[in-house]
């Protein structure tokens, strides 16, 4: 069975701060996704990555696949509150995905 | 473009009863999927299918069933409701797998 964990769980901050989040598996993925949800909507996909070793940027956040691609990181500069909301990261395996815990991230203002 | 459409948004069970969440998509995607998400642990596969007339188990498949008639409409069917399936439920769709997007929810209680 594939896992995914996700650190930290919780993380609230200050607008302006920088903030990198995880998310690790002792499993080999073919691909990882970060998606953002917001309370009492379906979660939506921010970028996919296949290489390991892969930097993508996204305005300020930043991801980056591991080399062994069992692990992420998702980095954003200068949050601010409009950051907030719940991250998952999701894995590949065959055609489905096993989704992380995620990480519900604060950005106060 | 609607998307991915998930009907009710609320639904409140009493144990033993039986209900279909529904979930329709307009985008013509092949893949579908069923989760459901409780607090700590992420979304779970319940059902998946990969075409019309084609449907598989996921993660925790136990007291639901699934159909796919059409490519549009994928509804996710609870037999006998049980208090351990309160939980939110969303539907996914997909042209490949790497773009999947998700509906709104359904949150059931099931008393």
């Known amino acids: 069975t594939q896992l995914l964990e996700q650190s930290p769980q919780f993380l609230s901050i200050q607008e302006g701060e920088n903030l990198t989040v995880y998310c690790n598996s002792s499993s080999v993925f073919s691909s990882l996704q970060w998606y953002r949800q917001e309370p009492g909507e379906g979660p939506v996909l921010l970028v996919t990555?296949?290489?390991?070793?892969e930097v993508k940027k996204l305005k300020r956040l930043t991801f980056q696949f591991g080399d062994a691609r069992k692990d992420s990181s998702l980095h954003i500069t200068a949050a601010q509150p409009g950051d907030t909301g719940l991250y998952l990261c999701?894995?590949?395996?065959?055609?489905?995905?096993?989704f992380g815990p995620g990480t519900r991230l604060s950005v106060l203002p | 473009n609607a998307g991915v459409t998930q009907t009710p948004k609320f639904q409140v069970l009493k144990t033993g009863q039986s209900m279909t969440l529904q979930c329709a998509q307009d985008m013509n995607h092949e893949y579908m999927s069923w989760y459901r998400q409780d607090p700590g642990m992420g979304l779970r596969l319940i059902h998946y299918s990969v075409g019309a007339g084609i449907t598989d188990q996921g993660e925790v498949p136990n007291g639901y069933n699934v159909s796919r008639s059409t490519t549009e409409d994928f509804p996710l069917r609870l037999l006998s409701a049980a208090p351990s399936q309160t939980s939110v439920y969303f539907c996914?769709?997909?042209?490949?797998?790497?773009?999947?997007?998700f509906g709104p929810g359904t949150r059931l209680t099931v008393l």
């Open positions: 999701a894995g590949r395996y065959g055609q489905n995905f096993v």
């Open positions: 990555v296949v290489t390991g070793g």
């Open positions: 996914a769709s997909s042209s490949r797998v790497n773009e999947q997007f």
